[in-house]
């Protein structure tokens, strides 16, 4: 199984500034997922970050306000640039991996950066 | 355009009590796989179960069971003998590959009380 930490798990913000969270996973992977959930909705995939390539986003999310980095096959950033309150979310990242039922691959995910823009 | 309802917002049960959690998905791809996750009030999400379009067989996973229908194209979600860690809620999820790009559903609210 995969391993996924984020950091920060939680930050308050101010509008106007901008919120970079990292994801770490604990085997190399090819695509790894941005996602954001906002408060009391479901999770909405924002982009697909590959590595050594652009990010491929979701519709209704653009690089400028959501840039994304994938340096190598372990790591991404996402960047919440010219944070709004309307940006408040939690922030997951996700990856495929091998589960504990043999050749099953599941969907894993981090725990979230929860994010609050005053 | 791939969609995901799930009608149910939030569903109370006493604990011991059995509870359905319904998925209805919608999909133009023949080819395709539905999750179901749990979110519990942590805020973490498991994975529970990926199902391909292929495969209409019925799944038990201890109090879990899932019912794949593709002729009404549901995908429900049955706990047997709820309890009070079962408290959460649970999302279903669709996407035309095996694992990456999910759709979500609007997630249902199990709260189960002693």
């Known amino acids: 199984s995969a391993v996924i930490s984020q950091k920060p798990s939680r930050d308050i913000c101010q509008r106007g500034t901008s919120l970079t969270i990292q994801c770490q996973v604990d085997?190399?992977?090819?695509?790894m997922f941005w996602y954001r959930q906002q408060p009391g909705q479901s999770l909405t995939l924002i982009a697909t970050?590959?590595?050594?390539?652009?990010?491929?986003?979701e519709s209704g999310f653009v690089i400028d306000k959501f840039p994304i980095s994938r340096p190598n096959l372990t790591f991404s950033t996402l960047t919440v640039s010219n944070l709004s309150p309307e940006d408040s979310s939690i922030y997951l990242c996700?990856?495929?991996?091998?589960?504990?039922?043999?050749?099953?691959?599941?969907?894993?995910f981090g725990p979230g950066t929860r994010l609050t823009v005053l | 355009a791939q969609k995901v309802t799930q009608a149910q917002t939030e569903i109370s049960v006493v604990e011991k009590e059995d509870v359905t959690l319904d998925c209805v998905y919608e999909?133009?791809?023949?080819?395709?796989?539905l999750f179901w996750y749990k979110q519990p009030p942590s805020g973490e999400l498991v994975f529970l179960i990926r199902?391909?379009?292929?495969?209409?067989q019925n799944e038990i996973s201890g109090r879990y069971s899932w019912n794949f229908q593709k002729s009404t194209s549901s995908f429900n979600f049955t706990i047997t003998a709820s309890q009070v860690v079962d408290s959460a809620v649970y999302f279903c999820?669709?996407?035309?590959?095996?694992?990456?790009?999910?759709?979500f559903g609007a997630g249902t609210q199990v709260v189960v009380t002693p």
């Open positions: 996700s990856v495929e991996g091998r589960g504990g039922s043999g050749s099953y691959n599941e969907q894993f």
């Open positions: 085997s190399q992977v090819t695509m």
């Open positions: 970050a590959n590595q050594g390539s652009e990010a491929t986003y």
């Open positions: 999909t133009r791809d023949t080819t395709y796989y």
């Open positions: 199902r391909n379009s292929f495969d209409e």
């Open positions: 999820a669709l996407s035309e590959y095996s694992w990456g790009k999910l759709q």
